[in-house]
């Protein structure tokens, strides 16, 4: 199980995503998206890193933070409609 509290989220810029941008965190604010949602569909997406590989223990930061990057690409580029 992910342990969401010991997760380090401030990193000064977001990974790349699939597009090869990088975004200030800053963007991810203001979004139409709410807090509790994003946090959801994060948990969600980890989820399903985890479950493809198996479930193989020692990577549940990585699924997180793949993850956390998918769903705020999904914000900033638009991919989330706002009723989510």
């Known amino acids: 199980?992910?342990?969401?509290?010991?997760?380090?989220t401030s990193a000064t810029l977001i990974p790349a995503g699939p597009c090869g941008r990088r975004v200030?965190?800053?963007?991810?604010?203001?979004s139409p998206i709410?807090?509790?949602?994003?946090r959801r569909k994060i948990i969600e997406s980890?989820?399903?890193h985890a479950e493809?590989?198996?479930?193989?223990?020692?990577?549940e930061t990585e699924d997180w933070?793949?993850?956390?990057?998918?769903v705020d690409s999904e914000i900033i580029f638009g991919v989330l409609p706002p009723d989510v």
């Open 1 to 8: 199980m992910i342990d969401e509290e010991r997760i380090v």
């Open 24 to 30: 200030a965190p800053s963007a991810i604010e203001g």
């Open 34 to 38: 709410n807090a509790d949602v994003r």
């Open 46 to 48: 980890a989820y399903f």
């Open 52 to 59: 493809r590989r198996g479930f193989e223990p020692g990577h």
């Open 65 to 70: 933070l793949r993850a956390e990057n998918e």
